[in-house]
């Protein structure tokens, strides 16, 4: 991303001005030349900002460097909950998956947690892009189509998508009435 997208990454770290040494964002805690050192190997290694396109043509940077970093801290929440769960399942304790109130709780958030992820993956890909459909290339405003009777295709996966929620919806409380 830094060499074919710069731009969608200093969206992504909320980087503003281009030069060496460029700090990671964790949240408000920023960590200088991390970035920089992940990126070139160096910390003194110059960073793409923001400042080298015209405002009209970066994209939204508190959309996506939010969604970056929801996205990364539900997967490290993950990642966190994935070594709980070895913890508790280690050689020598065999413990089961049923003796704790919290765990359990954490497993049942963890899969809404991973669909938010996903979405804010999505939100990233996105408009991280925006105001391009092909970087430098093709706008976002060129590519819209004007095809007569697009909207009827919208239409047809928008009712795809509502039959498939009502059915998930309908399996899962007969699942959950269904007696073991």
């Not at 969206?11 to 030349?33: D, F, K, N, Q």
């Not at 070895?86 to 049942?108: E, G, K």
């Amino acid at each position: 991303m830094a060499t074919q997208q710069p731009v969608k990454l200093a969206a992504l770290e909320g980087l503003h001005h281009s030069g060496p040494g460029a700090p990671m964002s964790i949240g408000p805690i920023e960590l200088p030349g991390v970035l920089s050192f992940m990126l070139h190997g160096r910390t003194s290694a110059v960073v793409t900002g923001l400042d080298v396109v015209a405002p009209n043509e970066a994209p939204p940077v508190f959309f996506t460097h939010y969604a970056f970093d929801t996205m990364v801290g539900i997967g490290l929440g993950l990642l966190a909950l994935a070594a709980w769960s070895w913890w508790r399942w280690r050689p020598r304790r065999r413990a089961t998956f049923f003796d704790s109130t919290w765990f359990l709780r954490a497993i049942a958030g963890s899969g809404p947690a991973a669909v938010v992820a996903l979405i804010a993956g999505w939100i990233v890909t996105e408009v991280g892009r925006q105001p391009w459909i092909v970087h430098l290339h093709l706008r976002t405003a060129d590519a819209v189509s004007d095809q007569h009777g697009l909207y009827w295709y919208f239409y047809a996966t928008v009712a795809v998508y509502a039959i498939l929620a009502t059915s998930l919806v309908a399996v899962l409380r007969r699942l959950a009435r269904t007696p073991r």
